[in-house]
């Protein structure tokens, strides 16, 4: 038996699991493959770290076990969307962790335990290989037959990007090419000559490119200020866009410095109590106005909030119904998924009011947020796009081993005084060095060559299959790029390229050529780096296809074996709220679907399974007639949700199944399922119809009961009984 990995998350892709995994497990039995579950959820993560306390409760480490599993040929993973938990939602998850009767410290006592789990933590360890993202041909064809909404734009449309020109991470940074494996160290020299280490034992190998920049504290604090004042003058919202979740370490700090720029005049006056009780902005206005209970004059600086939020521009809303705004919660405002949503709705986020209003997209890095502004000014001048006619944008990612893991790890440092930081290699020459200020963010990288080399082949590939364009999104004005220009010409050099349409340009010029070439339906691979690779598979996505969750990924894993993820645009934690509400999914498991047909083919190329081939190719059948007779979840209570659509996706599964004449012994087995499940269709329907409408105990959030779970999610005793009969 051959084994397929599949992950267990959180939030909607977590309880759609609990419907979905029993099919799929009972489909992949009849072609001699597991279906085995690895725990790595947030809460699942947290336990592992504290198996000397849980006793019989112990947790196995499961995200180890599977990054060691990616870095071996038998790997065959699914990975579902993950919190990359910000520290507001790690504490939530600690809370309830405890209250479930686990003894776990809390986040004080064991902060460094902890902070293992914080941000992006999941992704890095399970990415051996290059990311290859593209929109399916079925999901493109269906997209232009049934076009999703997109808002009208303005010419005279207010909205824009507001980014640093001076003294952020992008003009700061400065690169090097190793000539040799070596182990560096980065310390901070300060005025009096002292030295602070800041990062040691740092292992490098030959040709790996290490940066280093900083953010000046002094020019993001002038840069906020003028803003703030311009989104008042202009009659725009402010709106601040970070990746606070992936950039775990840099952007909560950038976050705090533009929730305390907007609250200026309550931070002049309340400074020092706000500051001394720990609420420094960084955990987002919420915690502050939570934190103020506990300070004798709470109430008074409770009162200079609200004035500030009267007199100061009008901001971005999360949830106008309940005052939520874009200030509130570090994580809420996703940059890759926020922007995309704003230039989809003619520019526009929400006011207070409910209504929509241009806006002003605070991003104040500027090493791709010329990307957003060049949209953004081609929808002023030419209006939305046009999903009937519109071209892709599918994109070749580097990611491989950590490739830069910018602004997320434990080479990312608020400076702690006036000095110099330095990396130094072995033999204490230093590579690169930068003058810094107390409160500055500093941070480095690593970009290990092999992931560079297979990033290029994987371009050189992709181009060649599809046929289309491939642009190098890499900026010459910046030191990582200019390296990175160099090694992809000198790799470009080892592959026929021959007939190939391949440039190299910068973000902003690789922007304006891909959307000129969208609006005339020509595709274009963008081959990028890691942070605009996820940038990039939000924001074609969500103009192409209405939702990045429709993309199918694959990461070809250096070693020769397959993760295959699901689906972007985060957990949707609104998804679970409508389900404690209504009992009403409407989380979408088109990804899961386009990615178990790649792992079944993987089964295929791999060990040679054809059954696994022929449950792919049914299973791509499968997934057209769904999008095809419309039975993709809806929105709304009492019309079909996940679950209906699994059931629909299991009838037109079999069915096809049944048809297929290349395996009869499976034809033989699915034709008596697929006439169960067409002859108690209506039944099957009415029964999750009829869970709909009332509240649904989950028995927790971060770590929901499993029988409750499965009850929900679960409901309809018919379908059940065909499912669990098929595994037997």
Partial sequence: MSTIIWT??????????????????????????????????????????????????????????????????????????????????????????????????????????????KGSAVNPVLREGNSDRRAPEAVKNYTKKHPHSMGEWSSDSKTNVATMDAGDFRHNEKSVIMPAADTLTIKLVTADGSEQVLKDGLKVEQGEVIDGTFMSAKALDEFLLDTVQKAKEEGVLFSAHLKATMM????????????????????????SELLAAGLNGENGLGAILDGLSELDNGEEIRAAFEQQLNDGPALAMVNSSRGITNLHVPSDVIIDASMPAMIRTSGHMWNADDQEQDTLAVIPDSSYAGVYQTVIDDCRANGAFDPTTMGTVPNVGLMAKKAEEYGSHDKTFK?????????????????????????????????????????????????????????FWLDPERGHDRNMIELVKKYLADHDTDGLDIEIKSPVEATKESVERIRRGEDTISVTGNVLRDYNTDLFPILELGTSAKMLSVVPLMAGGGLFETGAGGSAPKHVQQVEEENHLRWDSLG?????????????????????????????????????????????????????????????????????????????????????????????????????????????????????????????????????????
């Fill in 248 to 271: 775990k370490v840099s952007d909560p700090i950038i976050f705090g410095h533009v929730v305390r720029a907007y609250f200026k005049p309550v931070f002049d006056k309340y400074g």
């Fill in 8 to 117: 267990r998350t959180d939030e909607a892709p977590l309880l759609a699991t609990y419907s979905l995994k029993p099919i799929v497990e009972a489909f992949a039995s009849r072609a001699g493959i597991d279906v085995d579950t690895a725990d790595i959820s947030l809460a699942g993560r947290i336990l592992a770290q504290f198996p000397e306390r849980l006793g019989d409760k112990k947790v196995d480490d499961a995200l180890t076990q599977l990054g060691e599993l990616a870095k071996t040929p038998e790997a065959n993973i699914i990975k579902l969307p993950n919190i990359s938990a910000s520290l507001v939602q790690l504490k939530k998850a600690i809370a309830e962790l405890q209250a479930a009767g686990f003894d776990i410290p809390d986040y004080e006592d064991a902060q460094e335990k902890y902070d293992a789990v």
């Fill in 415 to 471: 400076v702690p005084a006036d000095g110099t930081v330095q990396v130094v290699n072995s033999a204490g020459d230093v590579l690169i060095e930068h003058q810094v200020e107390e409160g500055d963010i500093w941070r480095a990288c690593q970009t290990k060559d092999a992931p560079i080399q297979d990033w290029v082949k994987l371009a050189v590939e992709r181009a060649r299959l599809s046929g289309m364009k491939a642009i």
């Fill in 592 to 728: 899961e679907y386009l990615a178990l047909a790649e792992s079944f083919r993987h089964e295929l190329n791999r060990n040679g399974n054809a059954k696994a081939g022929v449950l792919a190719s049914a299973l791509d059948q499968a997934t057209e007639k769904l999008l095809e007779e419309g039975k993709s979840p809806s929105r709304k209570v009492g019309e079909i949700d996940d679950r209906g659509s699994h059931f629909w996706l299991s009838l037109y599964w079999a069915e096809a199944l049944a048809a297929q004449t290349e395996d009869s012994e499976l034809a033989e087995v699915f034709g008596p399922i697929a006439k169960d499940l067409r002859d108690n269709a209506e039944q099957i329907d009415r029964e999750l119809l009829d869970a709909q409408g009332g509240a649904a105990d989950l028995g927790g959030y971060y770590w929901p009961d499993e029988e409750k779970t499965s009850a929900v999610m679960r409901p309809s005793a018919t379908f059940n009984k065909i499912i669990d009969e098929l595994e037997k």
